[in-house]
């Protein structure tokens, strides 16, 4: 048996179960009928010892390449980041990752605390009141916003950027599905890439809320976004924004310019890559209380103990949440993200306001070098969508095979972004790159050296 | 004796010094009109956040400290080599999107542990990507109809039957997908009231949802009577799988006739909990459901392996990329330490710590409200009613009064059906010595009760605050759900 286990001698166990008043453990189980009792082994491999299994999951993850012996240059909604040593100590404190949701307050006010300062920050960056402290992810977040838009504006259409990323957009019409509304999608501009404002105005009729990324998934920012707001809400909509908190390090937040909820993926935040997660939906809406009673996931409030003289955190709200609305419920999440929430703001202290403009003017200018670099060379459009930029855009390659390109450069250990042709069969041979602090110029210098190599 | 830190540790708002403004910026090819003006996140030094957030620590409980027997929510130790296997930069630093070819070390780890829980349920396949036990149980809610809508019954077959002591998940996730929820009550051992199952299903039976053993700790030992009066009516069976660490080994869901499961990795495979995630709910499906399950399986073709997404009826995606993979990894870690006799020993484990616990609780106050006399499993509830009744004490009061003593409280006040509720789950990981010492906390405090009940309903002392205002929290004159809203008090 593995060492976490005690081991107990005969006598001991003996006086258990008398003190049970059974005579071994299977008399526990004799409530379960025979007929259904599995008579044999569970077959899985013969348990490892812990040194055995460290190797052995040593030498299967080696067959992975990874940022650190290849040239990655994916986002496609989870752009790389570095994440400081300070966040990694933090977020091991085994007080904190060894915990269970805060069910009992006065023993648990240190997670209390930091997710209520997780709730804080969120707002600041995005401009909102009122943020949860999690969501699965970005995807579910974004999709939970919809739902709680139609419980706000009662049933009707659903708008969604035809620009958005094409997970969120897939995940939305899983959790839409049930509740029979119609999602349409709006188109974007062929040209700049960004929202087609004219078709929104024609799908704008009946809509109960707008779904927009900003930056698109085209790594486009959308700056037409006071006209967003004002056709969603003339028509009685809500205005729903996914982020990259990122970005908002030196672009607007939502919240100035007219949006009723924003999501966005917080695993960027202090989160490692992980092949996608754990991952944090960050999910935050305005104060109104018509929105916040129909709001989705736990909320943590600040008030006092019963003496009234000190300052105490607790899960507020709760009569939305299932553990006792059960089928009234805003929605059925319990478990969430909430280690990543406190991963996100240890990072968000640790790098500060001017941390995170630092960060946000720093991957720009990384990608926009790397765009300028990509300029020069025959047969590359660089960017292909002319709309202004954050950290990632699009490349078309005129005439050449993408794919062919792209094994060409995986040889030479460089995975080059993501092919956008399968997701959006209209945009073919276009690559999204994305670039940030991780990247060095250096980096950036051998991809483009590389990809005039295997073109030419 | 137990003492929690006391820290008065300010806001980091309040920690900073200076301004937060930031510096204004110009960049070539960034859109004018979107340049952000204002950032209020505060500027502090590393040292500064690095003690805010370790006091913040040291005024939190978690496993690592003592016991922790929420009921339902499985607290158990969880090993550390899973927390150093999951440190590996060919798992930290790999992109979801990268070619397949890049990542087999992953994908194959992915698709041996979606093999091993199909084998520990008895179903056919599992989808590892929810990311927690209620998201696996709405995967689960849209899998049945889908499957319904096949047929085009889905405008009347529409009931999902929910015992009235389930967790509240499910029923919202069973809302969620779109059914009508009808509650089953429960008979006087605990259980499914067979007859009354059997006068609630129908033509508008989609299925049922149940958590076995259930919340009381008890085994529905007419468990295939009950699959088979819902299939017989045309409804499909779904089995949450919260509380399987009390049966790994003995029994498999899908040897009893379920079609669909749900796992959190969190309880059964020991995944820390993280204060509250992440974790993982992968969704497991017999024969006759498999098709539906979401998007992507991972699979094998003899040579490589690789993420499955054309898979014409399946639910499709429910969240971006693949699950909580870190948390996944742990799982299966959990599994290849432990073996077939390893997990059969966990449940052995659970079960004869519960009924230990139970046996050692003084009975004149800790009353058995259902299935007294029937053998526990991995938990048990016991109602502090009679306490309350001639005490005025409170299983709430109880539960803080444990605080004090440096364990953690059960879970209280469910399920809902039991006056006074105390949810009790030792775990496995606890010996028996622990298990003595909590019933002997137990025993005292209600002892406690008695002498004096002002002391017990004073508690706690010893944490870090105390009794937490609740009312005031949540009341819309005194709400703060943000620091903002200090600024202005």
């Known amino acids: 048996m593995a060492n976490f286990y005690k081991n107990y001698s005969r006598k001991k166990l003996d006086k258990v179960l008398e003190k049970i008043g059974?005579?071994?453990?299977?008399?526990?189980?004799?409530?379960?009928?025979?007929?259904v009792k599995l008579k044999r082994e569970i077959s899985i491999p013969s348990p490892l010892t812990e040194k055995d299994l460290e190797f052995y999951l040593k030498s299967v993850l080696e067959k992975n390449m990874s940022y650190d012996d290849a040239l990655v240059f994916l986002g496609a909604g989870l752009p790389p980041h570095y994440v400081p040593a300070a966040v990694e100590e933090i977020v091991s404190r085994?007080?904190?990752?060894?915990?269970?949701?805060?069910?009992?307050?006065?023993?648990?006010?240190?997670?209390?605390?930091?997710?209520?300062?997780?709730?804080?920050?969120?707002?600041?960056?995005?401009?909102?009141?009122?943020?949860?402290?999690?969501?699965?992810?970005?995807?579910?977040?974004?999709?939970?916003?919809?739902?709680?838009?139609?419980?706000?504006?009662?049933?009707?259409?659903?708008?969604?950027?035809?620009n958005v990323g094409p997970e969120r957009k897939n995940v939305i019409r899983t959790y839409l599905e049930p509740l029979e509304c119609e999602v349409l999608e709006v188109k974007f501009d062929d040209e700049s890439g960004r929202l087609d404002l004219e078709d929104l105005k024609d799908k704008a009729q009946n809509a109960r809320a707008l779904y927009v990324e900003n930056p698109n998934f085209f790594g486009v920012i959308e700056k037409d976004v006071e006209s967003m707001s004002e056709i969603i809400h003339d028509s009685g909509g809500l205005f729903v924004v996914g982020v990259d908190p990122i970005s908002l390090g030196i672009i607007r937040p939502p919240g100035d310019y007219g949006a009723d909820i924003v999501v966005g993926e917080g695993q960027s935040?202090?989160?490692?890559?992980?092949?996608?997660?754990?991952?944090?939906?960050?999910?935050?809406?305005?104060?109104?209380?018509?929105?916040v009673r129909q709001m989705p996931g736990r909320i943590i409030g600040m008030t006092t103990d019963l003496s009234g003289e000190r300052r105490a955190f607790t899960m507020v709200l709760q009569t939305r949440e299932?553990?006792?609305?059960?089928?009234?419920?805003?929605?059925?999440?319990?478990?969430?993200?909430?280690?990543?929430?406190?991963?996100?703001?240890?990072?968000?202290?640790?790098?500060?306001?001017?941390?995170?403009?630092?960060?946000?003017?720093?991957?720009?200018?990384?990608?926009?070098?790397?765009?300028?670099?990509?300029?020069?060379?025959?047969?590359?459009?660089?960017?292909?969508?002319?709309?202004?930029?954050?950290?990632?855009?699009?490349?078309?390659?005129?005439?050449?095979?993408?794919?062919?390109?792209?094994?060409?450069?995986?040889?030479?250990?460089?995975?080059a972004g993501f092919m956008v042709e399968k997701c959006f069969p209209k945009l073919e041979n276009v690559l999204l790159s994305c670039f940030t602090e991780i990247h060095s110029v250096g980096d950036v210098e051998r991809f483009v050296q590389s990809v005039k190599e295997v073109m030419f | 004796m137990f003492r929690q830190a006391r820290w008065t540790e300010p806001l980091l708002k309040e920690l900073s010094e200076e301004e937060n403004g930031i510096e204004t910026f110009k960049l070539k090819g960034f859109p004018e009109n979107m340049v952000r003006d204002k950032l209020n996140i505060p500027n502090l030094p590393e040292t500064r956040v690095i003690r805010h957030f370790i006091r913040l620590s040291q005024m939190n409980f978690g496993v690592d400290l003592g016991t922790y027997p929420l009921g339902s929510c499985t607290m158990k130790y969880n090993p550390k080599v899973c927390e150093r296997i999951v440190l590996n930069p060919k798992l930290r630093m790999v992109h979801p999107l990268q070619p397949q070819e890049t990542c087999q070390g992953m994908l194959q780890i992915l698709y041996e542990l979606s093999n091993y829980l199909a084998e520990i349920t008895g179903t056919c396949r599992a989808s590892l990507v929810p990311a927690a036990g209620a998201h696996g149980e709405f995967a689960g809610a849209l899998m049945i109809r889908a499957a319904i809508k096949e047929t085009g019954e889905i405008k009347t077959r529409n009931e999902m039957i929910i015992p009235d002591s389930a967790h509240g998940t499910n029923p919202a996730s069973a809302a969620m997908a779109g059914f009508k929820v009808v509650?089953?009550?429960?008979?006087?051992?605990g259980l499914v009231d067979v007859?009354?199952?059997?006068?609630?299903?129908?033509?508008?039976?989609?299925?049922?949802?149940?958590?076995?053993?259930?919340?009381?700790?008890?085994?529905?030992k007419n468990i295939v009577e009950i699959v088979k009066i819902v299939k017989e009516a045309g409804g499909y069976t779904y089995y949450d799988g919260a509380n399987l660490n009390a049966l790994l080994g003995k029994v498999r869901p899908g040897d009893m006739g379920f079609d669909i499961v749900h796992l959190n990795l969190h309880k059964t495979f020991a995944t820390p909990?993280?204060?509250?995630?992440?974790?993982?709910?992968?969704?497991?499906?017999?024969?006759?459901?498999?098709?539906?399950?979401?998007?992507?399986?991972?699979?094998?073709?003899?040579?490589?392996?690789?993420?499955?997404?054309?898979?014409?009826?399946?639910?499709?995606?429910?969240?971006?990329?693949?699950?909580?993979?870190?948390?996944?990894?742990?799982?299966?870690a959990y599994i290849r330490l432990l073996g077939a006799d390893g997990l059969r020993e966990v449940s052995e484990r659970a079960v004869l710590n519960s009924n230990y616990l139970f046996s050692l609780l003084d009975k004149r106050f800790y009353e058995t409200p259902y299935g007294a006399n029937a053998p526990k499993k991995h938990e048990f509830v016991v109602s502090v009613g009679k306490v309350l009744r001639e005490k005025d004490v409170t299983a709430r009061d109880i539960a803080k009064a444990l605080l004090d003593y440096g364990v953690h409280a059960p879970t209280i006040y469910f399920p809902l059906i039991v006056q006074e509720a105390l949810m009790i789950e030792p775990t496995e990981t606890e010996g028996f010595e622990e298990v003595e010492e909590y019933a002997r906390i137990l025993n005292e405090i209600a002892y406690r009760a008695y002498e004096n009940p002002e002391w017990v309903k004073g508690t706690p002392y010893n944490t870090s605050v105390g009794r937490v205002d609740e009312v005031k929290a949540s009341h819309p004159r005194t709400i703060c759900l943000n620091w903002r809203r200090l600024e202005k008090a």
């Not at chain 1, 059974?22 to 007929?35: A, G, N, Q, R």
């Open chain 1, 94 to 162: 085994n007080e904190f990752y060894t915990a269970y949701t805060p069910y009992q307050p006065e023993i648990s006010q240190g997670m209390l605390q930091a997710l209520f300062e997780y709730q804080s920050m969120i707002c600041d960056l995005t401009g909102m009141d009122v943020a949860n402290s999690s969501m699965y992810d970005w995807a579910t977040a974004a999709a939970e916003a919809l739902r709680m838009a139609l419980r706000v504006k009662g049933r009707g259409r659903i708008l969604v950027g035809e």
């Open chain 2, 195 to 220: 007859e009354a199952l059997k006068s609630v299903v129908g033509k508008s039976t989609a299925g049922i949802m149940l958590t076995v053993p259930n919340t009381f700790g008890l085994f529905e």
């Open chain 1, 269 to 291: 935040l202090g989160g490692w890559l992980n092949f996608g997660g754990p991952s944090l939906g960050i999910f935050a809406c305005k104060g109104e209380a018509s929105l």
């Open chain 2, 183 to 189: 509650k089953l009550p429960s008979n006087q051992d």
């Open chain 1, 322 to 415: 299932q553990h006792i609305r059960r089928e009234q419920a805003t929605s059925n999440i319990c478990t969430n993200e909430a280690l990543m929430a406190v991963a996100a703001t240890a990072y968000l202290s640790i790098l500060g306001s001017k941390g995170l403009r630092r960060l946000a003017i720093e991957v720009f200018e990384r990608a926009h070098y790397a765009c300028e670099r990509f300029k020069g060379i025959d047969n590359v459009i660089a960017p292909y969508f002319s709309g202004e930029f954050f950290q990632e855009f699009t490349l078309k390659f005129v005439g050449k095979d993408l794919k062919e390109i792209f094994r060409r450069l995986l040889e030479k250990r460089i995975i």
């Open chain 1, 22 to 35: 059974v005579k071994d453990v299977e008399e526990l189980y004799s409530d379960i009928p025979d007929e």
């Open chain 2, 273 to 332: 909990h993280g204060g509250g995630g992440p974790g993982a709910g992968p969704v497991c499906a017999s024969k006759r459901m498999e098709e539906y399950l979401p998007v992507p399986l991972v699979e094998y073709d003899g040579s490589r392996y690789f993420l499955e997404y054309g898979r014409p009826k399946s639910i499709g995606l429910v969240r971006g990329f693949y699950g909580n993979i870190s948390v996944l990894i742990r799982a299966y």
